[in-house]
């Protein structure tokens, strides 16, 4: 059994059993043979749009049989087989993401849940799916050699929440979390570390307005 990051560990574990999976920007192909291995899912779709990755992430997903898994090489979700109900965007920036969803929108008609492990501009990420029709269904924040990472899942909802701007930047799940008082302790040093900078003042306001909202949950 392959071992998995922290990380792709914690994706793992937002995926449904019996999921039928669009793991986009695949790679190495990991987390697709990994959940496949695990007899969790019954279909995956591995996504490359670079032929360099995409020519290793054929030859590993070939060599597994455990559960069909399928390399494609494509730009994200411009073309999606139409049994996929789950579609993992993880590694990948913040814009980047919002791009894949924005040129696939007219494939996501039967996709119930998307799993993201945005490494920028997350607050974006969470808005752009809410205002697709999801919901945030999950969170979890992952410590991984000192970094931190906020895996999210959505599904797709009638309910319509209404999550603060604070909600957004930060995950309404996560800052429920107790690993998130070590996450705004350290998110204050950094910030005070930007505000002893030379930089213009509208900028170090923003710093200050986060920080103070920050503030009451560091322990
Ligand atoms: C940093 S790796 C992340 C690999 C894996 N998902 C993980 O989380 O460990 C990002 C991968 O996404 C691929 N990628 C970037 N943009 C893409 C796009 N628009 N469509 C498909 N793959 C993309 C890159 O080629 C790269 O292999």
């Known amino acids: 059994m392959i071992r998995l990051s922290k990380r792709l560990s914690a994706i793992a574990n937002f995926v449904d059993k019996c999921a039928v999976v669009a793991d ?34 054929k030859h590993n997903l070939e060599s597994h049989s455990e559960a069909e898994l399928k390399p494609l090489l494509q730009d994200g979700i411009s073309s999606l087989e ?40 997350i607050g974006e990420v969470r808005r ?8 945030i269904k999950d969170e979890v924040l992952v410590l991984e050699k000192d970094k931190y990472y906020e895996i999210c899942k959505f599904v797709k909802s009638d309910e319509r929440p209404a999550y603060s ?3 957004y930047r930060r995950g309404p799940i996560i800052i429920k979390s107790p690993a998130f008082r070590h996450y705004a302790k350290v998110l204050i040093k950094k910030m005070d570390a930007i505000l ?5 003042e509208a900028m170090k306001e923003l710093v200050r ?6 503030l009451p949950y560091e322990n």
């Open 128 to 135: 752009h799916i809410v205002a697709l029709g999801f919901i």
């Open 165 to 167: 701007d604070f909600e």
């Open 24 to 57: 986009v920007g695949s790679d190495h192909g990991l987390l697709l043979i990994y959940l496949a291995s695990l007899g969790k899912i019954a279909k995956g779709y591995g996504i490359e749009n670079k032929s360099g990755p995409y020519q290793i992430l």
């Open 209 to 214: 307005q986060e920080r103070e909202v920050l």
């Open 82 to 121: 139409k049994d996929v109900d789950t579609i993992v965007l993880a590694g990948l920036g913040g814009d980047t993401i919002v791009g894949i969803l924005k040129n696939g929108v007219a494939n996501l008609k039967n996709v119930k849940t998307i799993i993201t492990d945005s490494h920028t501009s």
């Open 196 to 200: 002893e900078k030379d930089l213009p």
